[in-house]
């Protein structure tokens, strides 16, 4: 008996799931997309890393053209890079991408640049537009954490040629996985989602059928459900703003942790609270911190240089040294939804007393 009672729940539940077959709920959430992030364009995939290597198939980046990445960043960049990424060197400010690093490093084979906003901060994307557009070159926006963030009263993601973001758990908008671009160019967006779908779909001067794509299609279910998140994401994103601005006021004036304040222009989405450490030892500071229950970038997930991961061949230790010290030196704390306001007092407290230890 009990058995049928499960099946009959379970047969209703079904039945009020979105249609697997007719993708309305990932149009619906496209148009709900670039509505709400004032884009042209939305097309939805399976991840973040997935809206990366469509975002580059759909500049027609292939296996033998070099992508430019900044040396700081996460393993999904790299991945979604290709056979031949290049990476970048910081400024001395270790803030951005260095624009004489990028030059001398733009070569023949150069087709485009990805600029990776962590922490939801987009410092130097305005030079980057300058620049890609005087080389020739795409620019793609890696905003996956920097869902919400703007710079000069626009999004973040929608200031290059493609823009890129994970509806992954832990982003700002979530749906368990899941991903999408933005564009305003209708023919990078056919092709993007082309390229999604086996290029079942046609994109200008190619009909459907006409190339290989890949499977990125995002599940109907679950572009439900990012639709409902979307439907949510301005309390979502006045939560993080009221988390981060928590955590920097309470660890406010720490020696050795230096806030770093948001760029001229820009209102971060407070995807992380940010801080530069000045203590000696920041990667066994951050990893103490991390085992306290601070969760952060290097302690937590392990953020190294790009180009030190054993999986790049051609890069040693000392060659991008201003990168190295810089995701060495960063403390990124992230937030979830379900960060209380205690929570967030505890991680400062801890965050005090063990800089106030450490230098002492
Ligand atoms: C989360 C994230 C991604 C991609 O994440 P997926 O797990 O593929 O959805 C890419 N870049 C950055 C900076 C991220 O934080």
Known sequence: MR?????????GAIARMPDPTGYR???????????????????????????????????????????LVPAVTVVMTVVAAGARPVFVETTADGRSMDLADLAAK?????????????????????????????????????????????????????????????????????CGEGGYLL??????????????????????????????G??????????????HHLAHFPEALALRRRQAAALHHAVDDT???VPLAAAGGETPNGYSALWRLTLPGPREFSARLARLGVPNSTGTHHLTAAHLHPACSGYATGDLPRAQATVDTLLAVPFTAHDSERDIEQRALTIRQEAASWSS
């Open 3 to 11: 058995e049928n009672t499960g099946h009959r729940a379970m047969a």
């Open 25 to 67: 709920e990932v149009a619906a959430l496209e148009t709900d997309l670039a509505a709400a992030f004032g884009a042209r364009r939305a097309v939805a995939v399976s991840s973040g890393t997935a809206a990366i290597t469509t975002a580059l198939a759909a500049c027609g980046v292939g296996a033998d053209d070099e992508v």
């Open 106 to 174: 733009t070569g023949p084979d150069t087709k485009a640049v990805v600029a990776v906003h962590l922490a939801g901060r987009t410092d130097g994307i305005h030079d980057l537009v300058a620049y890609t557009r005087t080389a020739g070159l795409r620019l793609i926006e890696d905003a996956c954490q920097a869902q919400g963030t703007t710079t000069g009263g626009r999004h973040a993601g929608t200031i290059g040629d493609i823009g890129c973001f994970s509806l992954k758990d832990g982003k700002i908008i979530s």
């Open 183 to 212: 564009t305003d160019d209708d023919a990078l967006a056919d092709r993007a989602a082309a390229h999604r779908t086996h290029w079942q779909t046609s994109a200008p001067g190619t009909p459907a059928g006409s190339r290989l």
């Open 214 to 227: 890949v499977n990125h299609r995002l599940a109907e279910p679950l572009a439900a459900l990012a639709r």
């Open 255 to 257: 020696p050795g942790v």
